[in-house]
């Protein structure tokens, strides 16, 4: 009976404590309730509020956003790959058209069906000219599904331009 | 004898034959079959449901609130990934392992890219075996934490999985530097890694440890010491070390059980055997020893994490031997298990010298673990059950793979 | 209120149902504000302590957000499910709100300040609350459900078992003022800070703190509730105005208890100090809030306890508990009364 009193006295107690955590997770510590000093990366808010704030480029760097083509370095506007169709045969989920171009190696038509990809980086390890890599854009949304099919090469022309 | 194996389960009765069985399915109608009392409510927790972490369905018979049988369902996230491993090649299929469990994906990614390497025979470097060991001990705190967040959810309380995110948030921040993304990250390669650490990545780990260990202490505090807590989950669900033999029930649930069997230990794999690491056992066997077994573990893996930044060698980080996308996988078989999780994650490879394996069998730990669960959580109320559950750490997509 | 009138009319009865009119008119105006404050409060403590911002986009600081949401659940559709009881299943959510008016008519705001001058207010107060219970019970009942039958189940054990310990808690303050009358036990609580019966009394008020929240069915009580084990309790398949009422209730009901816990624990009216502008009601309102926040701040700390252990802390605790604070009171009463 003693024990049991002491128990729940123990646990009252504990559930204090609790409160305690969550009173000073929200509130935050006082010197920067009281405005007294600055918060450090949003404390004691943790989240990105997407359209104002967003995501540091040095985070970016690592991320693998839908592949695109590498500008060649002579011409930005055409890119390095010479249509040896090991990306098509290599990607596991079929995303990938590449329709070789009527003279040289250059293809006339790459694009990538991002609705299928699964960003698992194949293509880019196989490409033997090193033409693919991950792009790092994470804000890239589309309201139709065929928006979502890249045309690469018109990409690369449209940003080797600028 | 109706014979139940041969029950067509396209049949169902219509209304002119029993009004009755027009509710329910297939599942439904055969649970009711096994009625064990008559006034009992045969109730169906799942496919959505909240606490059971996806679309895992449970049937279950009530008499008042104690559950007097329950039976789980399965098959509402098939998505047949040994049948995608026969079909693709080992390259097109390792991003798949990715995506069979979500909280731990990179020891899946372990475990297939060491069954390939066992049967072709590919010695990996000793970087890469440390860069292997750093990016999976990290992924099991991240999935440790975030069992811990949702285990409390489903015991009523809704703040911790929101901290939970914050430490999950800073390990995916790191895992995303090496592979790139931030859930079904696809890290290892045959005979490597995809891509090597950064000092970037050197200062967040380095920096992440006390961190994690400060957290830690406060996450005992709000919740470990919680009276509520406590009391709901000490002595919920005892398993003993027989049910979980019977059931080859792994990982934290076993050694909540008391079996001190961590695959790390009993089968060392990769550069596991250099570090000093304890196998936390529970003390009780019931959901309160499977917690602390889980909570224990992430301060053994910051531990392992500790010793493989120190201990990291330079060196490549890619087998010279690495093989190419158009590679053949020799014939022969091969079995590899690691430690995930959520127990021990094997698979089986059988290569007949094709472009694809003849055979590939993953055992996923969270199969075995929840067919323990009509056993153990018949007799008791529906919220111990449903923390029994919760204690299991369950993903579904692996168990239903 | 009557002295405005004076001068017009001198008929006792036609001042009283005024009176009454106009007090019922201001409880409601009231009830309505509070749900539209108190949902957005609830969402911005759970996003401070879950340290994200809470409501953010619509309007300043998102207060506009409870206009939003409302507007929605008026334009939603009140699904029925088959084979429930139709009549019933609509007559749950009123009857949740409905009681609450009346409740309220007898609380004490300020020192005079009060809807109907009756010396057995609590009674009347303790008398409705058990109707909250019975509405939880039909709507459960109604809904052709199991989920919201087992729900209902609990409510039903539920508010039998912290009945009892409320009733034994507030008894000893009868006792100890002599009065089941609001209004007296306010004015009893004058003077000094420790002439409240937070101080005199507070084996009561710990009792009465718990069975707070077992009344109001809110964390870490919340079974018939019970959104991991019962995905929603009683009211799983109220959609709409049928859903808002049943949430209003449940923030009507905290807001009676924090009126009672700041009139009868927290000295209601009395400053602790003199603050100018600040008199009699807004130190109850301001009592009132805070007690709220507390009961926002316990609901997003803690998980659910289990329902046999919710009855245990009931009857094996809370109710010798009571028993015994009721004894002691009574003794010393008896004592320092002679």
């Known amino acids: 009976m003693f024990k049991a009193i002491v128990d729940n006295v123990k646990g009252l107690y504990s559930l204090l404590v609790g409160l305690h955590i969550t009173g000073r997770y929200a509130l935050g510590p006082f010197p920067i309730w009281l405005k007294l000093k600055k918060p450090e990366n949003g404390y004691p808010q943790l989240t990105t509020h997407y359209p104002r704030q967003t995501i540091a480029d040095e985070d970016l760097v690592t991320f693998r956003g839908p592949v695109e083509l590498i500008p060649a370095e002579n011409d930005p506007t055409k890119s390095k790959c010479v249509s040896c169709m090991m990306c098509v045969k290599a990607c596991p989920s079929n995303c990938l058209t590449v329709v070789k171009g009527d003279e040289g190696k250059a293809p006339k038509l790459w694009t990538s069906n991002f609705t299928l990809c699964s960003l698992c980086g194949t293509c880019v390890e196989v490409c033997p000219a090193s033409a693919l890599r991950f792009s790092h854009d994470i804000y890239w949304v589309a309201e139709k599904r065929e928006d979502m099919i890249n045309d690469l090469l018109a990409k690369l022309a449209k940003n080797g331009r600028n | 004898m109706s014979g139940s194996l041969f029950v067509n389960p396209f049949h169902f009765s219509t209304m002119h034959e029993n009004p009755g069985d027009m509710l329910g399915d297939f599942y439904t109608h055969n649970f009711e079959k096994g009625r064990i009392s008559h006034d009992s409510m045969i109730i169906n927790l799942g496919p959505q449901h909240p606490s059971t972490h996806g679309v895992l369905r449970i049937l279950a018979e009530l008499h008042g609130e104690y559950v007097l049988r329950a039976e789980p369902i399965l098959g509402y996230l098939h998505r047949m990934h040994d049948k995608m491993g026969q079909v693709k090649t080992p390259w097109q299929f390792l991003p798949n392992t990715g995506r069979v469990d979500y909280l731990h994906p990179i020891a899946w990614n372990w475990a297939y890219v060491g069954a390939v390497e066992r049967l072709a025979g590919i010695e990996v470097p000793e970087r890469a075996e440390y860069l292997r060991v750093i990016a999976c001990e990290l992924n099991r705190i991240a999935s440790h934490v975030m069992w811990w967040g949702a285990f409390v959810l489903d015991l009523g309380g809704v703040t911790p999985i929101l901290y939970a995110f914050e430490e999950r948030e800073k390990i995916n921040d790191m895992l995303q530097i090496v592979t790139g993304s931030r859930l079904t990250m696809n890290y290892m390669r045959f005979g490597g890694v995809c891509a090597d650490i950064n000092d970037r990545f050197i200062k967040m780990a380095r920096e992440f440890i006390p961190r994690m260990r400060e957290r830690l202490e406060m996450y005992h505090k709000l919740v470990t010491g919680n009276v509520i807590l406590a009391r709901r989950i000490t002595g919920i669900g005892p398993f003993d070390p027989d049910l979980c033999y019977r059931y080859g029930v792994t990982g934290p649930c076993l050694r909540g059980a008391g079996v001190a069997y961590d695959t790390r230990r009993a089968e060392p794999y990769g550069v596991y055997d250099r570090f000093r690491f304890d196998i936390p056992v529970g003390e009780t066997n019931c959901s309160m020893g499977r917690y602390m077994v889980r909570m224990r573990e992430v301060e053994e893996s910051l531990k392992i994490l500790e010793q493989a930044l120190d201990q990291l060698p330079d060196g490549p980080i890619m087998a010279p031997k690495a093989p190419k996308a158009t590679w053949k996988l020799p014939a022969g078989e091969a079995y590899f298990a690691v430690e995930g999780a959520r127990g021990k994650i094997g698979i089986h490879l059988a290569g007949d010298g094709g472009k694809s394996p003849y055979r590939v069998k993953l055992r996923a730990p969270g199969f075995s673990n929840l067919s323990l669960f009509a056993e153990a959580s018949q007799g008791t109320l529906l919220a111990d059950a449903l923390a029994i559950l919760g204690s299991l750490d369950l993903v579904i997509p692996e168990i239903d793979r | ?338």
């Open chain 3, 1 to 338: 209120m009557e002295t405005i009138l004076v001068p017009y009319t001198t008929d006792i009865t036609l001042l009283s149902v005024l009176k009454l009119v106009v007090a019922l008119v201001a409880i409601i105006l009231l009830l309505i504000a509070n749900s539209v404050v108190m949902v957005y409060l609830e969402r911005k403590v759970a996003g401070f302590v879950q340290r994200r911002p809470g409501p953010y986009e619509v309007g300043p600081w998102g207060i506009l957000q409870t206009v939003a949401d409302t507007v929605k659940l008026l334009g939603k559709q009140i699904l029925i499910p088959g084979n429930s009881d139709r009549f019933l299943f609509l007559l749950a959510p009123v009857l949740s709100m409905f009681p609450m008016f009346l409740m309220f008519l007898v609380i004490p705001y300020g020192p005079i300040l009060t809807g109907l001058e009756v010396n057995l207010g609590l009674l009347l107060i303790l008398a409705f609350a058990g109707m909250e219970g019975l509405a939880v019970i039909a709507g459960g009942w109604a809904s052709n459900n199991k989920y919201s039958l087992i729900g209902a189940a609990r409510a039903v054990s539920q508010s039998v078992a912290y009945e009892i310990p409320l009733i034994l808690a507030i008894l000893a303050l009868a006792f100890q003022h002599g009065s089941l009358d609001l209004s007296v036990l306010n004015r009893a609580q004058e003077g000094w800070i420790w002439n409240w019966n937070i101080f005199t009394q507070p084996l009561a008020f710990l009792i009465f703190v718990i069975t707070c929240f077992g009344e109001t069915n809110r964390a870490p009580f919340d079974l018939p509730e019970g959104e991991s084990e019962l995905t929603g309790g009683y009211h799983t398949e109220y959609s709409g105005m049928g859903f808002a009422l049943f949430f209003m209730a449940e923030y009507t009901s905290m807001m009676l208890v924090s009126f009672l816990a700041a009139v009868l624990f927290l000295g209601g009216s009395n400053a602790p100090v003199d603050i100018p502008l600040i008199n009699g009601v807004w130190w109850t309102l301001i009592k009132m809030g805070a007690f709220m926040t507390f009961m926002i701040w316990v609901r997003w700390t803690f998980p659910r306890v289990r329902f046999d252990q919710l009855l245990n802390i009931n009857w094996k605790w809370l109710l010798p508990l009571g028993l015994l604070n009721l004894w002691v009171t009574a003794l010393v009463m008896k004592v320092v009364g002679n």
